[in-house]
């Protein structure tokens, strides 16, 4: 088992790639702690995951919210002990064109995306400098690295994981601390559910491997990149898009 006794936590773990890594972390050993904003569905999704035998437990957290994301960590932290494993994943998008952007939206999703990955790893971290060690994993996209039509506000807030990522792989690295992102291309969720045809088989036939994503994709790059097989990577941003942008 390849996360044996770490303790996870999760944010976004009640839907689409959160979940599925969820279950794949709890299979590989891990106490996996869901975190998300939705608790109907988290709590029944953790529930129908204990029924399998996984040890994992939901709480309900908002990342935007500094207190609640503060509470949410301490009841982890109560439940299962100091948390070695963040996987920064919650995340909404609001696409418009930019003449059509509103200011609501605009910082709606920056809050998610990007303040929520702030709060979260700030106040993970006392646990991981007291365990002297930790592997942090944040979700930016490949919307962040290249770009796309109609999402000024998700691209510029996928680039400042980039950007988070690689400053505290350098501030955290000597603390025994991995910080990596993993840049997801478009992947088979309820994201990517609402995003026009039109634009879907645009962008499978830009895809080199001629599919979309699936979750497990995803759950497998976070996977190997909380594991003890990638102690030597730091600070990279691993896409895991098919291919679709080189
Ligand atoms: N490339 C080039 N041109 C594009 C385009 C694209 N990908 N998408 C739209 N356009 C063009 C349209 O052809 C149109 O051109 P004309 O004015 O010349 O006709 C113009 O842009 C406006 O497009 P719409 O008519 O669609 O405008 P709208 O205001 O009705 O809708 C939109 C705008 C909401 C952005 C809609 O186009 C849309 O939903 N696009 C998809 C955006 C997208 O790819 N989102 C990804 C979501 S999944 C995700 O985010 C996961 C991840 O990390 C990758
Ligand atoms: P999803 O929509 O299926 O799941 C996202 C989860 O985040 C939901 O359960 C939602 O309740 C939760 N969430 C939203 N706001 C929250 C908040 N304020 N506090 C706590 N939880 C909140 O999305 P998906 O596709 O599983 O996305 C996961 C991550 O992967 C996101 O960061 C997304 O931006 C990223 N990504 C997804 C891609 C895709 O094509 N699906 C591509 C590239 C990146």
Same mark, same amino acid.
């Given at each position: @088992?390849?996360? %044996?006794?770490?303790?996870?936590?999760?944010?976004?773990?009640?839907?689409?790639?959160?979940?599925?890594?969820?279950?794949?972390?709890? #299979?590989?050993?891990?106490?996996?702690?869901?975190?998300?904003?939705?608790?109907?569905?988290?709590?029944?999704?953790?529930?129908?995951?204990?029924?399998?035998?996984?040890? $994992?437990?939901?709480?309900?957290?908002? $990342?935007?919210?500094? *207190?609640?994301?503060?509470?949410?960590?301490?009841?982890?932290?109560?439940? +299962?002990?100091?948390?070695?494993?963040?996987?920064?994943?919650?995340?909404?998008?609001?696409?418009?064109?930019? *003449? #059509?952007?509103?200011?609501?939206?605009?910082?709606?999703?920056?809050?998610?995306?990007?303040?929520?990955?702030?709060?979260?790893?700030?106040?993970?971290?006392?646990?991981?400098?007291?365990?002297? %060690?930790?592997?942090?994993?944040?979700?930016?996209?490949?919307?962040?690295? +290249?770009?796309?039509?109609?999402?000024?506000?998700?691209?510029? *807030? #996928?680039?400042?994981?980039?950007?988070?990522?690689?400053?505290?792989? #350098?501030?955290?690295?000597?603390?025994?601390?991995?910080?990596?992102?993993?840049?997801?291309?478009?992947?088979?969720?309820?994201?990517?559910?609402?995003?026009?045809?039109?634009?879907?088989?645009?962008?499978?036939?830009?895809?080199?491997?001629?599919?979309?994503?699936?979750?497990?994709?995803?759950?497998?790059?976070?996977?190997?990149?909380?594991?003890?097989? *990638?102690?030597?990577?730091?600070?990279?941003?691993?896409?895991?898009?098919?291919?679709?942008? @080189?």
């Amino acid at each position: @088992m390849r996360l %044996k006794d770490k303790v996870a936590l999760i944010t976004g773990a009640a839907n689409g790639i959160g979940l599925t890594a969820a279950e794949l972390f709890a #299979k590989e050993g891990a106490k996996v702690a869901m975190a998300d904003f939705n608790a109907e569905i988290g709590e029944k999704r953790a529930g129908e995951l204990r029924e399998k035998g996984y040890e $994992v437990t939901f709480f309900q957290v908002n $990342v935007t919210d500094r *207190s609640s994301v503060d509470k949410m960590v301490g009841k982890v932290r109560d439940t +299962y002990g100091n948390i070695g494993v963040l996987i920064n994943n919650a995340g909404i998008t609001r696409d418009a064109m930019l *003449s #059509k952007m509103s200011v609501e939206d605009f910082r709606a999703v920056m809050d998610v995306n990007l303040t929520g990955v702030f709060h979260c790893t700030q106040a993970v971290l006392p646990s991981m400098i007291e365990n002297g %060690k930790g592997k942090i994993i944040n979700t930016s996209s490949v919307s962040g690295i +290249y770009g796309n039509v109609g999402q000024t506000n998700y691209a510029a *807030s #996928k680039a400042g994981v980039v950007g988070m990522t690689k400053t505290w792989a #350098k501030e955290l690295g000597r603390k025994g601390i991995n910080v990596n992102a993993v840049a997801p291309g478009f992947i088979e969720t309820g994201m990517t559910a609402v995003v026009p045809e039109k634009i879907i088989d645009q962008m499978k036939q830009m895809i080199p491997l001629a599919r979309l994503g699936k979750p497990e994709d995803i759950a497998n790059a976070y996977l190997f990149l909380a594991s003890d097989e *990638s102690n030597y990577i730091n600070g990279t941003v691993l896409q895991v898009d098919g291919g679709i942008m @080189m």
